[in-house]
């Protein structure tokens, strides 16, 4: 029998998640939701599934250090650094040579590090049966998750037919992948019940992933040719790494592999799910006062309604008077913005950068 290995992709900046997210220390290394950085609470939801040797994460050269601190009883080999981001396809590729090294049967999920999700079991009991799914055929799983709502920020799946069940989970042939639609198409999404959110949770084996590499990705495919000698070789990876990475095609996994694939399948999740990708989606994991403020740290908040104030190091924040903003106290950066803006806080990131020294807040 193959064996299963988790590979979790913590990459990004988390900017909208600025000041507390930083390039050094982004999203998935914070206690966005929770009393964990997002990353130690995904290790935690897949260790069921995983022996800690098979456990991987792929992070970039400016976390490694900060993600190292995190992930306790991992590995130290089993945590990766890429020295320049190249996208989700070559951490995927990546990951596919790591994983053959061990098992070159080898069934791998890859998942991201910073998504918010309570239901532990039932979590654990849909990726059971998406490997199952990927033990039982040369197929390309993803797991989908249920819309609630007509959201414009998200890929779609539309699922097809029923191809089979899995652990009482059924899974569906894909239709096609959508990218992010206008909110009447995705209104319409919703109401035909037959598209998912793409949540960016894959799991396949390492053959299909590199046929379709070869098949779909060849200049991919060939441009990872040293890192799989190197592995080969027991040879340390951080050299190569430096050598082969700059010169590897920026792209995504959905657009290298996914969408021009025929294998790809789709089980729906039966766990919530919530990518918190702004300061206004933690509202909703946090228990508001009597005015629907949420508030973290030492904060007070009067004659206001709806607002967000997240304090740290003891710092305290007051808010008088107002409504729907978003106030964030850090050591050496403060915002305050309305909730309807939240979305804008990229924008403004470039003004910072464009300061005399505005790289250390960034």
């Known amino acids: 029998m193959a064996q299963h290995f988790i590979v979790i992709i913590a990459g990004g900046k988390g900017e909208r998640f600025w000041p507390q997210s930083r390039a050094a220390r982004p999203k998935h290394l914070l206690p966005i939701v929770g009393t964990k950085p997002l990353l130690t609470q995904t290790i935690d939801r897949v260790k069921p599934l995983a022996p800690a040797k098979n456990i991987f994460v792929i992070t970039s050269a400016v976390q490694e250090k900060a993600v190292r601190a995190v992930c306790k009883g991992i590995p130290a080999a089993n945590i990766i650094a890429e020295p320049v981001g190249r996208d989700t396809a070559a951490a995927v590729g990546l990951a596919a040579a790591i994983v053959a090294e061990r098992d070159p049967q080898g069934i791998f999920a890859v998942l991201p590090a910073d998504h918010v999700i309570h239901d532990c079991k039932a979590y654990e009991a849909d990726l059971a049966a998406a490997f199952a799914a990927a033990e039982a055929a040369e197929v390309m799983v993803t797991i989908g998750i249920k819309p609630t709502e007509p959201a414009t920020g998200f890929g779609y799946i539309q699922r097809a037919a029923k191809w089979k069940s899995f652990n009482r989970r059924p899974v569906f042939n894909v239709q096609r992948f959508v990218e992010k639609p206008k909110k009447e198409v995705a209104e319409s999404y919703l109401a035909s019940g037959d598209y998912l959110w793409n949540a960016g949770m894959f799991v396949w084996s390492v ?4 046929k379709a590499l070869v098949q779909h990705a060849p200049e991919l495919a060939i441009a990872l040719q040293p890192i799989r000698a190197a592995l080969a070789q027991k040879r340390p990876l951080a050299g190569v790494l430096k050598k082969v990475y700059p010169t590897l ?5 959905d657009y290298a592999l996914l969408e021009k694939s025929t294998n790809v ?42 607002n967000i104030v997240f304090s740290e190091g003891g710092h305290l924040v007051t808010v008088l008077g107002v409504d729907d903003l978003i106030v964030v106290q850090t050591a050496d950066a403060t915002l305050v913005c309305p909730k309807s803006k939240a979305q804008d806080i990229k924008a403004l990131l470039k003004q910072v950068e464009a300061l005399k020294g505005g790289a250390k807040w960034l």
Not at 249 to 253: E, G, L, N, R, T
């Open 207 to 210: 053959p299909v992933v590199e």
């Open 249 to 253: 095609p920026k792209i995504s996994v």
């Open 265 to 306: 399948v789709v089980l729906p999740s039966s766990f919530d799910w919530d990518d918190v990708g702004a300061w206004p989606a933690v509202a909703k994991h946090f228990k508001p006062d009597a005015a629907g403020n949420v508030s973290r740290g030492l904060a007070v908040v009067e004659q206001g309604r709806n």
